[in-house]
């Protein structure tokens, strides 16, 4: 089990956890979505064993050494269910019922809270989601659910609006190589940052040439894009939780709204769909960097 601060690759996301728990701003459901091999069920357990652990007030949580750290050390935390699935490829309406939400309504053995994860979420037939669906819709409120799936968008779109997304990361950042490349990101980052060299036309100009010279390294460039407005939105987060204004991202994103984050997430979400689909790359390009200008 990991403390907070032994997040590594996900430094911006431990410390909004660790933020969280400490002011108590949790919420009730969340969705932790990454590919296998990311942290997201590592941090999950830290998650509940910082909710979980009696360590002295002001101590930094989890503290590793009180008595619930050590029953959740040994994933013997009668307060922390992780759900298990019968059989291997669905997680069934039964699996639920019996697991969380025939459970869920027993007060916690220790006091304080109850954590219920679900490994493996997208593999939870829509009947099961359903079933769900009330159990986090009207939580007891010692209860915090936290599936982890491979991609938040497998799960029904009823079952996402009422969690928190957090997303860790796919794969190391990229990095560009060779000048041209460097350019490529280069330009981006202006254009993440508001610059005022980026006008339309120059916009135009650069979709022209991602379209042409850059397409190879698109996919790269889409996840720079979304990484750059998830740490956005995670600074923005942590620092509404501690009343700062957070060491983010400078220039335009660190005040950019959460709407025009998420604007921006969809418009690169639909340019990949787009470019898959084989619809011309230089208007797809045009139409998203035109969307992260206005945003
Ligand atoms: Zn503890």
């Known amino acids: 089990m990991k403390t907070f601060d032994e997040y590594k690759d996900e430094r911006l996301l431990a410390e909004y956890m660790e933020k969280a728990v400490a002011v108590d701003r949790i919420g009730q459901s969340y969705i932790f979505e990454g590919a296998k091999g990311t942290d997201r069920q590592d941090m999950a357990l830290s998650l509940a064993a910082a909710l979980l652990c009696k360590g002295k007030e002001g101590q930094s949580r989890p503290c590793k050494t009180c ?8 994933r013997n935390h009668p307060d922390c269910i992780t759900v298990t699935h019968e059989k291997p490829s669905t997680v069934s309406v039964k699996d639920i019922r019996e697991q969380v939400i025939d459970d869920i309504d027993i007060r916690p053995y220790y006091g304080g809270r109850k954590i219920y994860i679900i490994p493996d979420a997208e593999m939870m037939s829509p009947g099961a989601q359903n079933a769900l669906l009330k159990t986090i819709e009207e939580p007891p409120d010692y209860a915090v659910v936290i599936l982890i799936v491979t991609d938040a968008a497998l799960l029904l779109e009823t079952i996402r609006s009422r969690c928190m997304i957090l997303s860790f990361r796919k794969e190391p950042v990229f990095v560009p190589e060779g000048e041209e490349q460097e350019e490529i990101f280069r330009r981006m980052d202006n254009i993440l940052k508001g610059s005022k060299e980026e006008d339309a036309a120059s916009l135009m100009s650069y979709a022209r040439m991602l379209a042409t010279d850059g397409k190879d390294i698109l996919p790269d460039l889409f ?10 939105l995670l600074t923005k987060c942590t620092a509404e939780l501690t009343g700062g ?8 994103m660190s005040g950019m709204t959460y709407e025009g984050l998420e604007n921006i997430l969809q418009a690169v979400d639909r340019a990949r769909h787009d470019i898959l689909n084989n619809v011309a790359a230089e208007a797809v390009l045009d139409v998203l960097l035109l969307k992260m200008r206005e945003a």
């Open 67 to 74: 008595h619930s750290c050590s029953l959740m050390e040994s």
């Open 223 to 232: 996840s720079y894009i979304e990484s750059a407005c998830r740490d956005a």
């Open 245 to 252: 204004t957070g060491a983010g991202y400078i220039g335009k």
